[in-house]
Nanobody
Framework: HVQLVESGGGLVKPGDSLTLSCTPSEPTFVIYANDIMAWFRQAPGKEREFVAGVTWRNNKKYYADSVKGRFTIFRDAARNAVSLQMDKLKPEDTAVYYC?????????????????WGQGTQVTVSS
């Protein structure tokens, strides 16, 4: 059962920017104060990896080393939405990007601990 919906993916050139958005698929979906909302990605033939996360209570942000300085995660508590601003995109950023929710900030890098996921949105960076 898909509880989150991602949008904003597409085909862009190296160096371009793209913004992904994530919202609940149902109005009854609640993001709790102790949750962390995150973006993961999975490239063909590779394992899923953590990209960025933001704590819902105090807006603390975490990033994978590969995207630090290029990607920014934002939360919109009023809309229960999370976005990922991606700048200076590289071909190696090509992947399906997923939004997810984890009630345990301590396991933020472990995808298996996330309890709600979206269906993913494709990002392709190619010249």
């Amino acid at each position: 059962h898909v509880q989150l919906v991602e949008s904003g993916g597409g085909l862009v050139k190296p160096g371009d920017s793209l913004t992904l958005s994530c919202t609940p698929s149902e109005p009854t979906f609640v993001i709790y104060a102790n949750d962390i909302m995150a973006w993961f990605r999975q490239a063909p033939g590779k394992e899923r990896e953590f990209v960025a996360g933001v704590t819902w209570r105090n807006n603390k942000k975490y990033y994978a080393d590969s995207v630090k300085g290029r990607f920014t995660i934002f939360r919109d508590a009023a809309r229960n939405a999370v976005s990922l601003q991606m700048d200076k995109l590289k071909p190696e950023d090509t992947a399906v990007y997923y939004c997810a929710r984890n009630p345990d900030i301590g396991t933020r890098y472990d995808g298996s601990k996330y309890t709600a996921w979206g269906q993913g949105t494709q990002v392709t960076v190619s010249s």
